[in-house]
């Protein structure tokens, strides 16, 4: 379906989010919770009654917003009133194929003689020399794609890179930073150091839902080597 439109064309985006979504849906965690608003009198039995129950509470005047674990949603409960039990279309073992699957198909990129592997993400590499015709076609799904010629990458830890082009374009990426943010190769380099830490300061939005408010405030991001991962 998405080979069959352009990129500019909705039913194209809509493919790649079935494609790139789908599966996450599968493996998603089945335990759901209920909202409930009840009287603020109310409450003080609701918690006595389901203390274990609950997972969050507001308070909105004289209100409670109340997000808790249903006992009536009980698999053990619904099976022995016969009633059986809610089901929400999850699969963990189809979701935990397709990853698996996933990482058996990058390991051809990771475990090969060939060339150079200086990093990789879930589905792209950074090697040191082009990868074989038959491993690389744009429009193809499936396959690799060119997407730069690099002259100076530094990689620090996963997702937090920096990139110089052949036509002397700029690429990093931090991820928990905001784009706003400036960043210098000489930035990237100092965290090459053993221990060095880069701070830097970014307006982040906080929201209180019991007040109805937004709130802008300054954050410190704290940058450092990690290999954690990857």
Request: aromatic content about 10%; overall charge positive; hydrophobic content about 35%.
């Amino acid at each position: 379906m998405r080979s069959e439109y352009p990129k500019t064309h909705p039913l194209n985006f809509t493919a790649k989010l079935l494609l790139n979504s789908l599966y996450g849906r599968f493996g998603m965690d089945d335990s759901f919770l209920d909202v409930s608003i009840l009287d603020a009198d109310s409450y003080k039995q609701f918690e006595i009654d389901h203390a274990n129950d609950i997972k969050e509470w507001i308070g909105l005047d004289d209100k409670v917003l109340v997000k808790h674990r249903s006992k009536s949603k009980d698999i053990n409960t619904l099976l022995d009133s016969g009633k059986g039990y809610e089901t929400h279309n999850t699969n963990v073992a189809l979701a935990a194929a397709i990853t698996a699957y996933a990482r058996v198909h990058m390991s051809q990129f990771k475990n090969n003689p060939d060339f150079k592997l200086y990093y990789s993400d879930t589905d792209s590499v950074f090697v040191n020399k082009p990868l074989p015709d038959q491993l690389v076609e744009n429009k193809t799904l499936g396959l690799m794609k060119l997407e730069n010629v690099l002259t100076k990458a530094i990689f620090i830890s996963p997702k937090v890179y920096y990139l110089q082009t052949v036509d002397g374009k700029v690429i990093y990426k931090v991820k928990g930073l905001s784009h706003n943010v400036e960043l210098t190769l000489n930035d990237f380099k100092q965290l090459l150091y053993k221990d060095a830490l880069l701070k830097k300061s970014q307006t982040k939005w906080f929201r209180n839902l019991s007040e109805g408010q937004i709130r802008l405030s300054e954050q410190i991001y704290t940058l450092t080597v990690t290999d954690n991962k990857r």
